[in-house]
């Protein structure tokens, strides 16, 4: 939901970790997705590529300040709070003429 500030995202991720999730962020945007476990190439014995099994990506109507994000995993919610970037609020601008 959005309120005058922030976006704030809450995921239901039962049996989920933090541990278990990454998060990206863009300008307007959140990438959501697990984090997949490390495995090996039979074949060759190196680390294969992991890819991620699920990811959400949640487009935002607003740029957001991403030095003041935070998340926090309580009881299998994350709860992803992305503050509105002072650029994003309203703003007058002088027209001249």
Same mark, same amino acid.
């Given at each position: 939901?959005?309120?005058?500030? +922030?976006? #704030?995202?809450?995921?239901?991720?039962?049996?989920?970790? +933090?541990?278990?999730?990454?998060?990206?962020?863009?300008? $307007?945007?959140?990438? #959501?997705? @697990? %984090?997949?476990?490390? !495995? !090996?190439?039979?074949? !060759?014995?190196?680390? +294969?590529?992991? %890819?991620?099994?699920?990811?959400?990506?949640?487009?935002?109507?607003?740029?957001? @300040?991403? @030095?003041? +994000?935070?998340?926090?995993?309580? @009881?299998? &919610?994350? %709860?992803? $709070?992305?503050?509105?970037?002072?650029?994003?609020? &309203? %703003? $007058? &601008?002088?027209?001249?003429?």
């Amino acid at each position: 939901y959005v309120n005058d500030n +922030a976006v #704030i995202v809450d995921l239901e991720l039962p049996a989920k970790t +933090a541990k278990d999730v990454n998060l990206s962020l863009e300008p $307007q945007a959140v990438i #959501i997705a @697990d %984090r997949p476990a490390e !495995t !090996t190439d039979a074949a !060759t014995g190196k680390p +294969a590529e992991a %890819r991620p099994a699920w990811s959400r990506r949640l487009e935002l109507p607003f740029r957001v @300040d991403a @030095d003041k +994000a935070s998340a926090k995993f309580t @009881d299998g &919610i994350l %709860r992803i $709070q992305l503050p509105k970037a002072e650029t994003a609020g &309203i %703003r $007058q &601008i002088a027209i001249e003429g």
